[in-house]
C-alpha cells in the first residue's frame, strides 16, 4: 500500500528565503507526483504535475523535483512571499484507488512579513 | 483551466438532518467525479467515486447509506449526508476530470460542522 509523507509538517520562514519542501513515497511504480496548495478552509489548487519519466518542473519560481527510484520529491519556493503562506500537498498517483491518489498529510507554510 | 465549483462552503446543522452538498464543473463535462473528506491536519481521504449515470462506488469503510451520490448529469454531482451527527463534521471536498485526463480539478470545499 503507497504512503505518502511530507516533511516538515509545519515551517515558517521569513520572507525572501528560498526554501524546500519535501515528499517521499514507499512504492516507487508511480505514474505521477502532483504538488498542490490548499489555503485555510478552501480545496486544492494544483502547482505541478511531474510524469514519472521526468526528473522535474518548473513553474515560476516553484520548482518541483523527481527521484522517483528513492521515493523522493521536493518542491522548491524561491524568494518566498507572504502569499505562498498556505499548506502544500503532495500527491502520488500510482494507479491503487478509485483516482489513483495517496495524499501526504501536508506542510503548512507561513511566510513572516 | 477547469473550474469545479462546490457549494455550500459552509454548513450548520442540527444532529439528524440531511445537508446536501453540490459540485459542479463548469467549463468541462466530468465523466467521474471525487469525493474527499479531510480532517484538520490529516490527509484527504477518498470517500467515493462517482460515475455520470451510474451508481457511485465506495470505498472500504464509508456507508453508502449515509452518504448519498447522484451523478445525474455531466456537470454536477451531489453528496448528501444523510441524518448527520457531530461526527460526520469535516471537511469535504470533490474534484472532476474529464475522459482519460489523469489532472483533477478540485472544488473549494465545505466545512460541515452538526451541532
Not at chain 1, 509538517?9 to 525572501?16: D, F, H, I, K, N
Not at chain 1, 519556493?77 to 483516482?99: E, F, H, K, R, W
Not at chain 2, 448519498?68 to 457531530?86: D, F, K
Amino acid at each position: 500500500k503507497q504512503e505518502v509523507t511530507q516533511i516538515p509538517a509545519a515551517l515558517s520562514v521569513p520572507e525572501g528565503e528560498n526554501l524546500v519542501l519535501n515528499c517521499s513515497f514507499t512504492d516507487s511504480a508511480i505514474y505521477n507526483l502532483q504538488w498542490f496548495r490548499q489555503d485555510p478552509g478552501k480545496g486544492l489548487t494544483s502547482l505541478l504535475l511531474i510524469q514519472s519519466s521526468q526528473r522535474e518542473q518548473t513553474s515560476g519560481r516553484l520548482n518541483a523535483s523527481l527521484d522517483k527510484s528513492s521515493g523522493r520529491s521536493t518542491l522548491y519556493i524561491a524568494a518566498s512571499q507572504p502569499g505562498d503562506s498556505a499548506t502544500y500537498l503532495c500527491a502520488v498517483n500510482s494507479g491503487g484507488g478509485a483516482d489513483g491518489l495517496t495524499f501526504g498529510k501536508g506542510t503548512h507554510l507561513i511566510i513572516q512579513p | 483551466g477547469a473550474v469545479v465549483s462546490q457549494h455550500p462552503s459552509r454548513v450548520i446543522c442540527k444532529s439528524g438532518t440531511s445537508v446536501k452538498i453540490e459540485c459542479r464543473s463548469l467549463d468541462f463535462q466530468a465523466t467521474t467525479m471525487f469525493w474527499y473528506r479531510q480532517f484538520p491536519k490529516k490527509s484527504l481521504m477518498l470517500m467515493a467515486t462517482s460515475n455520470e449515470g451510474s451508481k457511485a462506488t465506495y470505498e472500504q469503510g464509508v456507508e453508502k447509506d449515509k452518504f448519498l451520490i447522484n451523478h445525474a448529469s455531466l456537470t454536477l454531482s451531489t453528496l448528501t449526508v444523510t441524518s448527520a451527527h457531530p461526527e460526520d463534521s469535516s471537511f469535504y471536498i470533490c474534484s472532476a476530470r474529464w475522459g482519460g485526463n489523469e489532472k483533477l480539478f478540485f472544488g473549494s470545499g465545505t466545512q460541515l460542522s452538526v451541532l
